[in-house]
């Protein structure tokens, strides 16, 4: 249980493109999901909390016009990079929280595989 | 505000041994969640083990368990019998009792690389 997936696994991309990554929640629904963002050897970053059915809440110094966030349904959450450029380049990994899970435990977050996003 | 501390900077431990991996943290709230995570070099992030803050007992996960001292605040992850697959980064990170619910963020420490040699 809790399987969260991630698709692409790695993406290559001209700068300028955008690029749509997509977080799903395979034996559960959640309707809450973080983006992350990690470089190389570091920790990670909390972009933003995505919220089913309504606007995704960004972390202080995020662009959320760069970074689109929709989570339209409980077991998916979409990232897209608009107008990509080679300093968006980074690790890129979901997490979500199963909905009927609450307190202790229950607010583990489950991490999707991530995705390496290389702009060129 | 919330802060992890994980100041080792690589950790090295020879097959079946066991080991420590430091964790220290910093809240000012009364309820809160510690969590270890794993991280192998493909990148994805493997919960290993949750231990809450009211919970008496440390929790324990097979060969994992978390050595909680609440006074020194401190959440150490202690692996037992060391397997050549446990080589990773490892994060320890903390639900803060002010995010409980829908927007319950998780504050990350810098993570902690563990060789084991054969």
């Known amino acids: 249980g809790a399987v969260v997936s991630q698709h692409p696994s790695r993406v290559i991309c001209k700068s300028g493109t955008s690029v749509k990554i997509e977080c799903r929640s395979l034996?559960?629904?959640?309707?809450?999901m973080f983006w992350y963002r990690q470089f190389p050897k570091q920790s990670l970053m909390l972009m933003a909390t995505?919220?089913?059915?309504?606007?995704?809440?960004?972390e202080q110094g995020v662009e959320k016009d760069k970074f689109l966030i929709n989570h339209a349904s409980l077991t998916l959450s979409t990232l897209t990079v608009t107008s990509a450029h080679p300093e968006d380049s980074s690790f890129y990994i979901c997490?979500?929280?199963?909905?009927?899970?609450?307190?202790?435990?229950?607010?583990?977050?489950?991490f999707g595989p991530g995705t390496r996003l290389l702009v060129l | 505000a919330q802060k992890i501390t994980q100041t080792q900077p690589g950790m090295f431990v020879q097959e079946k041994e066991a080991v420590t991996l430091d964790c220290t943290y910093d809240?000012?709230?009364?309820?809160?969640?510690l969590f270890w995570y794993k991280q192998p070099s493909s990148g994805e992030m493997i919960f290993l083990i949750y231990?809450?803050?009211?919970?008496?007992q440390n929790a324990t996960e097979g060969r994992y368990s978390l050595n909680f001292q609440k006074a020194r605040k401190s959440a150490n992850l202690v692996i037992s019998a060391s397997q050549l697959g446990d080589s990773a980064m490892y994060f320890c990170?903390?639900?803060?009792?002010?995010?409980?619910?829908?927007?319950?963020?998780?504050?990350f420490g810098k993570g902690i690389t563990l060789s084991v040699r054969p």
């Open positions: 990170a903390m639900r803060g009792g002010l995010n409980t619910g829908a927007n319950s963020k998780l504050t």
């Open positions: 231990q809450g803050s009211y919970d008496e």
């Open positions: 995505s919220n089913e059915g309504s606007k995704a809440t960004y």
């Open positions: 809240t000012s709230d009364q309820s809160y969640g």
């Open positions: 034996d559960f629904q959640a309707t809450t």
């Open positions: 997490s979500a929280r199963d909905i009927l899970k609450r307190g202790g435990s229950g607010e583990t977050q489950y």
